[in-house]
C-alpha cells in the first residue's frame, strides 16, 4: 500500500483545511487508516482514525474542531480541520493499518503503512 498525502498549507488561526490521502491497492476499505502529526522537537502524535467499519477516534485536543472520513470507491481518507488553532502546526501524516486492535489505535507504531507527510502552518 502506497499513501499520498495532500492538502497542508498556510492558514490563520481560526481557519480551516481539508488533507486528503489517496492509498494505492484494492484492499483499502480493509484498513483502519490514521491521521498523526508531528511538530518540531516533539515525538509523533495521534490525531484521529477510522476503522474499516466507519468508527472514528479523535485526540482529545482536536475533538469536535476535525473529522476524519473515508470514501472507499476513491480509495481515499480524509481530514477536515476547522477552528485551527497556531499548536495544530505539524507535519500531519496518513498512516494505514490492517490488523488495528482499538486498544492500540492510537499507537504509530501499530500501523504498517505511512505516507509522506503534508505541512499545516496556522499563523496568529
Known amino acids: 500500500v502506497q499513501l499520498q498525502a495532500s492538502g497542508g498549507g498556510l492558514v490563520q488561526a481560526g481557519g480551516s483545511l481539508r488533507l486528503s490521502c489517496a492509498a494505492s491497492?484494492?484492499?483499502?476499505?480493509?484498513?483502519?487508516m490514521g491521521w498523526f502529526r508531528q511538530a518540531p522537537g516533539k515525538e509523533r502524535e495521534f490525531v484521529a482514525a477510522i476503522r474499516s467499519g466507519g468508527f472514528t477516534y479523535y485526540a482529545d485536543s482536536v475533538k469536535g474542531r476535525f473529522t476524519i472520513s473515508r470514501d472507499n470507491a476513491k480509495n481515499t481518507v480524509y481530514l477536515q480541520m476547522n477552528s485551527l488553532k497556531t499548536e495544530d502546526t505539524a507535519v500531519y501524516y496518513c498512516?494505514?493499518?490492517?490488523?488495528?486492535?482499538?486498544?492500540?489505535?492510537?499507537?504509530?507504531?501499530?500501523?504498517?503503512?505511512w505516507g509522506q507527510g503534508t505541512q499545516v502552518t496556522v499563523s496568529s
Open positions: 498512516a494505514a493499518g490492517l490488523r488495528v486492535i482499538l486498544s492500540m489505535i492510537r499507537n504509530p507504531s501499530t500501523y504498517d503503512y
Open positions: 491497492g484494492r484492499t483499502f476499505s480493509s484498513y483502519a
